[in-house]
């Protein structure tokens, strides 16, 4: 399988507590994209990424949630001191980057976030 | 404020009937529109898209109609069949973002 994928799928922690959400693009995508998505509603935009470089963070991305892409391959979105407010599905996307106006973005499976 | 909406939240029809489902959005900068179906407990699947620049886009089974003027577009699935029966997402993105702007998706149950 050559597509997205994230890791872990579910996650449940103790408000106050950190976690870490992986995602693997799809090979040779420049562009990384982290949305978050609640009950009823369409995904939400939280950040994107240019190979390494982070280009665009939404004013939903808290002081909180950072976003990091090291090497310009896999990416982790780190949630501190988590909220009941949190509990969501994230949801990663790539793209190639190389398709101008229309380069289409290719989503994973999500890791769903529940916060007690 | 919402940028793009869906106004209809849900959708039923018969098998091997049209299903139509209908999105509006209110920036005229937007320039690239997508359509991604999601089934329970998974990412969205990208289905098809259309650029500002087209007023229609087909794909076998599916089609999408860009009505710039009406700020209007629409998904065509003819002829549906129970397997289509997932939310449907119309997205837009603005001609100096790459963020995907979504609607709040339509449920399309297709009835065997």
Known sequence: DTGVSQDPRHK????????????DPISEHNRLYWYR???????????????????????????????E?????????EIQRTEQGDSAMYLCASSTG???????????????LTVL | DQQVKQNSPSLSVQE????ILNCDYTNSMFDYFLWYKKYPAEGPTFL?????????NEDGRFTV?????????????????PGDSAVYFCAARGASSYKLIFGSGTRLLVRP
């Open chain 2, 16 to 19: 091997g009937r049209i299903s």
């Open chain 1, 37 to 67: 998505q609640t009950l009823g509603q369409g995904p939400e935009f939280l950040t994107y990424f240019q190979n390494e470089a982070q280009l665009e963070k939404s004013r939903l991305l808290s002081d909180r949630f950072s976003a």
């Open chain 1, 12 to 23: 449940i922690t103790k408000r106050g507590q950190n976690v870490t959400f992986r995602c």
């Open chain 1, 69 to 77: 892409r090291p090497k310009g391959s896999f990416s982790t979105l």
């Open chain 2, 48 to 56: 098809i898209s259309i650029s500002s620049i087209k007023d229609k």
């Open chain 1, 98 to 112: 190389l398709a101008g106006v229309t380069d289409t973005q290719y989503f994973g499976p999500g890791t769903r």
């Open chain 2, 65 to 81: 109609f860009l009505n710039k003027s009406a700020k209007h577009l629409s998904l065509h699935i003819v002829p549906s069949q």
